[in-house]
T-cell receptor, first 115, second 111 residues
Framework: DTEVTQTPKHLVMGMTNKKSLKCEQH?????MYWYKQKAKKPPELMFV???????INESVPSRFSPECPNSSLLNLHLHALQPEDSALYLC??????????????FGAGSRLTVL | AQSVSQHNHHVILSEAASLELGCNYS??????LFWYVQYPGQHLQLLLK??????LVKGIKGFEAEFIKSKFSFNLRKPSVQWSDTAEYFC?????????FGSGTRLSIRP
């Protein structure tokens, strides 16, 4: 079983809804990530948190709002999404190293459908 | 920034055949490379990684990869594939504190 837990596994929402994706890990990792994966495509990095602070935002639209309330939790708040935002949203975590050479542990993902 | 390219989009093999999936990275210097696998309906899992040292890296499930600096390559190999190896395989590189994935290779194994 993966040690990164994502909820919900599936989410269907309308374009005017507000919803959140949640991610939790208890491995003591201090870096957490959101990736977006469209069908038959590689994961694309969205956000990176390091020590609960946002360190990388890959120019993601503001309708996606990340939050890291503590070292074990990572949320992705969704508002006014578009149908093209439908995808598998992957959370990952890793240790933080000086060299940056990290191994990511991924969750199973939250499959989002925007109607 | 570093990037990786995977030129094989879909590979079809029979069971017991040998496997080699190509991965090339964009430029030299210190490079950290990974192979991840995504089995149907499952989460991404690390197969193996190269940070430094022995260029022949052994991973899980009988996979190995060889880092060849002169060719900017990090190809994934397995001497004898099984039906259960059917999956999507992603090469990835660390670039500016970010893990960047290649486009992926879909591996289909005929029973």
């Amino acid at each position: 079983d993966t040690e990164v837990t994502q909820t919900p596994k599936h989410l269907v929402m309308g374009m005017t809804n507000k919803k959140s994706l949640k991610c939790e890990q208890h491995m003591g990792h201090r870096a957490m990530y959101w990736y977006k994966q469209k069908a038959k495509k590689p994961p694309e990095l969205m956000f990176v948190y390091s020590y609960e602070k946002l360190s990388i935002n890959e120019s993601v639209p503001s309708r996606f709002s990340p939050e890291c309330p503590n070292s074990s939790l990572l949320n992705l708040h969704l508002h006014a999404l578009q149908p093209e935002d439908s995808a598998l949203y992957l959370c990952a975590s890793s240790q933080v190293t000086v060299s940056g050479a990290n191994v990511l542990t991924f969750g199973a993902g939250s499959r989002l459908t925007v109607l | 920034a570093q990037s990786v390219s995977q030129h094989n989009h879909h590979v079809i093999l029979s069971e017991a055949a040998s496997l080699e999936l190509g991965c090339n990275y964009s430029y030299g210097g210190t490079v950290n490379l990974f192979w991840y696998v995504q089995y149907p309906g499952q989460h991404l899992q690390l197969l193996l990684k190269y940070f430094s040292g022995d260029p022949l890296v052994k991973g899980i499930k009988g996979f190995e990869a060889e880092f060849i600096k002169s060719k900017f390559s990090f190809n994934l190999r397995k001497p004898s594939v099984q039906w259960s190896d059917t999956a999507e395989y992603f090469c990835a590189v660390l670039s500016a504190s970010k893990i960047i994935f290649g486009s992926g290779t879909r591996l289909s194994i005929r029973p």
